[in-house]
């Protein structure tokens, strides 16, 4: 099992190791493809990954995390392969068709499977923080290292990117064939006809607190989403040079990743409140400054979002696996990535709309007032609560 979270924090740095990705959006200006249309191909990439969600979760708790996870590593390795292949809207469509369906099936299993790795390995749920951290430190390592590499070969050209990015994509369905799938996972397997249904009720209806951990990962998410193709049209806008956009995509994801692998040591020294009001409002600062300084001093206002989105992701992935079991692990965790798939299929077209019809500042200034209200109803009850986040007992192993 030590093995095991070894090769995952591997998979955790090759899997978002996608080095079109920081020029995905000048890229498919090339093609055609205007910032409406692209909101339209994203919001129809969320909508398929919200339909396979939680299916794909139910797969991964049944059939195996590891299968599930082999499954989803291939098709995306498959789907970029033929990425160079398209040049139109509906070859490019038929991409986040089948990226989509691959992208369900990885997500949710890779974290319960970290996880359950973790606990069969001896260690405690205190600790869980920590290990994810450094899962999330590897991601955004990983993405980052990908977009200095992709902002390298872009200098060649857009082809020599596509080609090299598809040999790459396979990686990560290599690193997944070492994995062995934890010995927690073999009890899974008599206590699910009415086991799932007493844990959706719960988490859905009668505990509160593990129901606004969840949220509050959809909004995280979402916000994260957002963002990530904002960010690209608005170094666009700023006059950052091209060739500065995989350093931008580099340092932006590197700041995530540092303060998510900082949530397990500032959690035991000052407690988790402080850091889920940081979570909170570090973003909306961000956006507002963003908002009124377009140009290099919105750029660095950027790095306060991705603070937050970092320090978010962490805390509450870590409050959902305290407050779950590993029987129904992968499904809960699918369920989250399904809200957050859901929300952007409906606000990533209105932000796409709305900076073609009225620019940047004002979406995201619009951006701002939305998730100051998030933050009032969705994490301020949480930060009032006298113990934050404790797990629930009903949910233990």
Known sequence: MTRNIKLLYGFSFFDPFMIIIPLWVPYLATQ??????????????????????????????????????????????????????????????????????????????DVALLYDSHLAAGGERSRGAAVLGNA???????????????????????????????????????????????????DRGKKRSGGLKE??????????????????????????LVMVWTNQKYWQESGVPLAWFGALYASYTLVAGFAGKSVGPASSRYGRRPLLAAAGVLPIIGYFAMASFLGWGGVLFGFLLQAGRGLGSVLFLNALNERISSAFRATVL???????????????????????????????????????????????PLILRKTALSPADGFRE
């Open 32 to 109: 055609g493809i205007h910032m409406r249309q692209f909101m339209e191909l994203q919001s129809v990439f969320a909508i398929v990954i919200l339909c396979g969600e939680v299916p794909t979760g139910l797969l991964s708790d049944l059939w195996g995390r590891k299968k599930t996870l082999l499954l989803g590593s291939t098709l995306k390795a498959v789907s970029f392969t033929l990425l160079p292949l398209w040049s139109s809207f509906e070859g490019f469509l038929f991409y986040h068709l089948t990226m989509g369906i691959a992208l369900s099936m990885i997500s949710g299993g």
């Open 136 to 186: 999330k430190l590897a991601e955004q390592t990983g993405t980052a290292v990908s977009a200095l590499l992709g902002g390298a070969i872009v200098i060649l050209g857009y082809r020599q990117l596509l080609w090299a990015n598809a040999i790459l994509s396979w990686i990560p369905m290599l690193i997944v064939l070492g994995v062995t799938e934890p010995s927690v996972a073999v």
């Open 199 to 224: 844990v959706l009720s719960t988490i859905l209806v009668r505990d509160a607190v593990t129901r606004l951990v969840l949220l509050n990962v959809v909004v995280s998410g979402t916000a994260g």
């Open 334 to 380: 699918s369920m989250a990535q399904l809200g957050t798939r859901a929300s952007f299929a409906l606000l990533g077209p209105l932000v796409g709309y709305g900076i073609d019809a009225w620019g940047l500042p004002s979406v995201l200034s619009a951006l701002g007032v939305l998730f100051s209200i998030t933050f009032v109803f969705l994490l301020l």
